[in-house]
């Protein structure tokens, strides 16, 4: 497709699941970034790969979140052992490189995946 | 370390009313700042961005800001709103010195457009 997609759209699991949380981005955009959006708050980054290696992944709040991205174009966002607190909108955004003079800046986000932990 | 405060969670303006949506933003190193805007059911999408070229920068959809260095703010200005402006705004900065598309976030900022 033409935008970053995501899926699923919403997603409901219970307490101790484990979630996967999928993003196909812009052909062709090296860079990709996973933020998470909590109610009524902005969006918090995660992580952002720049090929297939994670270039920062300070972001992820702890060992129970992974993600990857090994060909260099989908990524899959996993949660461990979820807990409430991870119910949030994850996002999934690309951008044809990560900094750089030539870099607009411009991220091209995804309408999200809105996981509710039960 | 950089932050980013928008002022007000609810705008309310009437159509064809101006518009003032307001960013300060706290950083240790020249900044690149961005607003970004959420329409319902959609993903966010750039409306402007500031990376230390004019300081007064156009937008799409009508839309500019102007970078003030003194006042570290990136206020976010339309002339006169339409109701499809109605949505939700978020300013951003740049995490570090360069534009690596790490982005921290305002909490956002609500515009209701009234008729």
């Known amino acids: 497709g033409a935008g970053v997609s995501q899926t699923p759209s919403n997603k409901v699991t219970e307490k101790g699941k484990y979630v996967e949380l999928r993003c196909d981005p812009i052909?062709?955009?090296?860079?990709l970034y996973w933020y998470r959006q909590s109610l009524g708050q902005g969006p918090e980054f995660l992580i952002y790969?720049?090929?297939?290696?994670?270039?920062?992944d300070s972001g992820l709040p702890n060992d129970r979140f992974f993600a990857v991205r090994p060909e260099g174009s989908v990524s899959t966002l996993k949660i461990q052992r979820t807990e409430r607190g991870d119910s949030a909108v994850y996002l999934c955004?690309?951008?044809?490189?990560?900094?750089?003079?030539?870099?607009?800046?411009?991220?091209?986000f995804g309408e999200g995946s809105r996981l509710t932990v039960l | 370390a950089q932050s980013v405060t928008q002022l007000g969670s609810h705008v309310s303006v009437s159509e064809g009313a101006l518009v003032l949506l307001r960013c300060n933003y706290s950083s240790s190193v020249p900044p690149y700042l961005f607003w970004y805007v959420q329409y319902p059911n959609q993903g966010l999408q750039l409306l402007l961005k500031y990376t230390s070229a004019a300081t007064l920068v156009k937008g799409i959809n009508g839309f500019e800001a102007e970078f003030k260095k003194s006042e570290t703010s990136f206020h976010l200005t339309k002339p006169s709103a339409h109701m499809s402006d109605a949505a939700e705004y978020f300013c951003?900065?740049?995490?570090?010195?360069?534009?690596?598309?790490?982005?921290?976030f305002g909490q956002g900022t609500t515009l209701q457009v009234k008729p």
């Open positions: 951003a900065v740049t995490h570090g010195s360069s534009n690596t598309g790490k982005l921290i």
């Open positions: 052909s062709g955009h090296t860079a």
């Open positions: 790969f720049q090929g297939t290696g994670a270039a920062d």
């Open positions: 955004a690309s951008s044809l490189l990560a900094g750089g003079p030539s870099n607009t800046g411009e991220l091209f």
